[in-house]
Every structure is written in C-alpha cells, then in structure tokens.
C-alpha cells in the first residue's frame, strides 16, 4: 500500500470514529434490580407484628372529634385557616364543599387522616403494601429494602415512601407528593399541599387489635410548623368486612343496555336540580 492511500484509510477512520456515538455511563451501567427474596427473608417476616386481618378507622363521635380538633388543631399559615374557616362554616350551614367529589385520590397523607374505609397489610421481602377500599383500591408502596428516595421523585398522590422498623415500630418516611394534594382535616375542610410536603410516620400496635399511626406532617406552604397528629386503626378479621372493589366515578354512570344489546355504562343525566334523572 503506497503511502496515499495509506494516509485515505486512516483520514476515513477518523471520520468513522468520530461519527459513532460515544457509549455513554447510563448505557454502560448495569440496571438496577430488585434481588429475589431468599428462606432467610420469609423467616424475619414471620417475626415481625402480626398486622394481618381488616383494619377499619376509628372515627369518634362529632363531639369528640371536636375536642380532638380543638386539642391539637392544624398550625395553619394565615391564608390556609381563613379558607379553613370558610369551608367549616359552609359545613355547619348545612352545605358542605366535598373536595374530593372529583374522585381524584385522597393521597397522603388525607387517606389515613380522614378515609371512612377498611384497608390490608400485606408484608413481603423488600416491600409493604397497604391496599385500600376506595376508588379501584388505594395502593401505597412502603419500600424496607434500605433503597433511598429518588434524587428527583415523580409527583403522585401517595408520594414515595421508604421505612424502616425499630423494634415493633414501623417508622415511614414519605417525599414526592403531588402539590395538587390535599392536606385534609375532613372531606368538606382542606387545601391543596402546594408542594415540598413530607410525612413522617410512626405505625405500631397499641394494642391487640388497635393500630396507631403518628404522623409529622410538614406542609411548609400552608402550615407555620411541622404538625404531630395520630390516627387509629382497629382491627377486625371477620370475613364480611373483607376489603372490596370500591370505584368512585362508577357512581357517575348508569348500567345500561345499548342498541347492540350490550351492558354497558353510560353517563348519568341530571336533572337542574343536581338529582339524577331516571332512565328512559
């Protein structure tokens, strides 16, 4: 090979190289697993509290919810009680504002604070998983397999949560929730979260059939502190009280025949009055 068209093989070398792209380290690295769970991590499930069976909130009389309000209220920011304050006395009018009517999620941390319905929990190596009632199932993820958060969380209602346990006590740490999430204190009395809210949460046994959850609420867009509040839980393992598929925007719709004799759901007619109309 003569020396020209040596020095042409490797100018077009260069243009070869230069032209392919560069392996980045994203591409390079290995993905991240989730490892199988071994004998070993079944065994120290076994040894945790039995939180199995149906637990149900425990929803005092008005009256004392009341004094519990009044004993520990929310450290509102000025601009948050004054809509608080509107909302309570739309409520005792008599017509309250349900903020939640559009069937989005309650998300964290309203579904614990203020959901009527039953939920499970389910422990597995790595994972604990609270299944809710409402809504196709409520589903929160508590990862206890020592991962960190994302360096830059997706928004959702239920946030990314993490935990750990300290004897019988398991402690959930929760960052990622969505701004448009309300921090509710009832379903006619909250505001939206307006980002950079994280919950705390300490759940344990108090006893036998009682479940405490304690949670650290800090909402530094609508509230002045961190607020310290408990929700409890109580058990029951009956099997007519077993969790079932709740889907709030089914209520929008009827059960209808169509004109190929199929069962379908169609929109609900309302009447000006807000009632639904019957079908013809």
Sequence with gaps: MNLAVRVLVGLLGVVACAAAPAMTAAQDAKPVLNRAPTAKDWTTISKLPDWSGVWLPDH????????????????????????????????????????????LP????????????????????GK????????????????????PHPA???????????????GDTLVVDTVGIAPQVFLAIGEATGVPNNGDMHVVERIRLTAPDV?????????????????????????TRRRDYDIVEGVCLQGAFNEDVDQNGDSVFTPQVMRDDGIRAPLK
């Excluded at 830059?152 to 300290?166: C, K, L, Q, R, V």
């Design 106 to 125: 309650q998300g964290m941390p309203s579904w614990v604070m203020i959901s009527n319905n039953a939920m499970e929990i389910a422990f597995t190596p």
């Design 60 to 103: 005092p009389d008005p009256k004392e919810m009341a004094r519990r309000t009044k004993a520990n209220p929310a450290p509102w920011t000025e601009k948050a009680a004054a809509r608080i304050a509107k909302q309570e006395a739309a409520r005792n009018a008599g017509h309250p504002d349900n903020i939640f009517a559009n069937c």
């Design 128 to 147: 604990i998983y609270i299944l809710g009632e409402s809504d196709g199932n409520r589903l929160r993820r508590i990862y206890t397999d020592g991962r």
């Design 211 to 235: 479940l405490t959850d304690t949670m650290v609420i800090t909402a530094p867009h609508v509230l002045t502190k961190p607020w310290t509040t408990s929700r409890l839980f109580n058990r």
């Design 152 to 166: 830059d969380p997706d928004p959702t209602f239920f946030g990314h949560s993490i935990g750990h346990w300290e």
